[in-house]
Nanobody
Framework: QVRVAESGGGLVQAGGSLRLSCRAFGATFNTYIVAWFRQGPGKEREFVAAANWDGSSTYYHDSVTGRVTISRDNAQGTADLQMNSLKPEDTAVYYC??????????????????????WGQGTQVTVSS
C-alpha cells in the first residue's frame, strides 16, 4: 500500500518563503517521478513542478520559475518544494503526486495528472498581502 503525505503548509506574508515536504510510504521511491500540483480558490488544479527519478531533471510552470525549487532525497523517500518570493496568487492547496516511471519522455507528460498514480491529501498555503 503506497501512501503519499504532504507537510509544511501554513500562512505567510507576501514576499516570504515556505518549504513543503512530501513523503512516500510503502513505495520504491527512487523509481518514481514526483510532482507538486496546486489548486487555488475557485480554480482548477494546476501543475507546479516535477522531478525525474533522481532529481537530475526538474520542470517548472512558468508562473513559478525562478521562485520555486523542487528537490528530492531518495534515501529518505522525500521530495521538497522550496517556495520563495511568495505572492497572494500562490495561495492554494498544494498536492504531492508520485508516478510509477523513472522519467517522462517529454515535458508535457510531467504536467498531466493522469501520469501520477499516488496523490497526497494536500496542504494549505495561504499568502497574505
Amino acid at each position: 500500500q503506497v501512501r503519499v503525505a504532504e507537510s509544511g503548509g501554513g500562512l505567510v506574508q507576501a514576499g516570504g518563503s515556505l518549504r513543503l515536504s512530501c513523503r512516500a510510504f510503502g513505495a520504491t521511491f527512487n523509481t518514481y517521478i514526483v510532482a507538486w500540483f496546486r489548486q487555488g480558490p475557485g480554480k482548477e488544479r494546476e501543475f507546479v513542478a516535477a522531478a525525474n527519478w533522481d532529481g537530475s531533471s526538474t520542470y517548472y510552470h512558468d508562473s513559478v520559475t525562478g521562485r520555486v525549487t523542487i528537490s528530492r532525497d531518495n534515501a529518505q523517500g522525500t521530495a521538497d518544494l522550496q517556495m520563495n518570493s511568495l505572492k497572494p496568487e500562490d495561495t492554494a492547496v498544494y498536492y504531492c503526486a508520485a508516478g510509477r516511471k523513472y522519467y517522462c519522455s517529454d515535458y508535457g507528460c510531467y504536467e498531466r495528472e493522469h501520469e501520477y498514480d499516488y496523490w497526497g491529501q494536500g496542504t494549505q498555503v495561504t499568502v497574505s498581502s
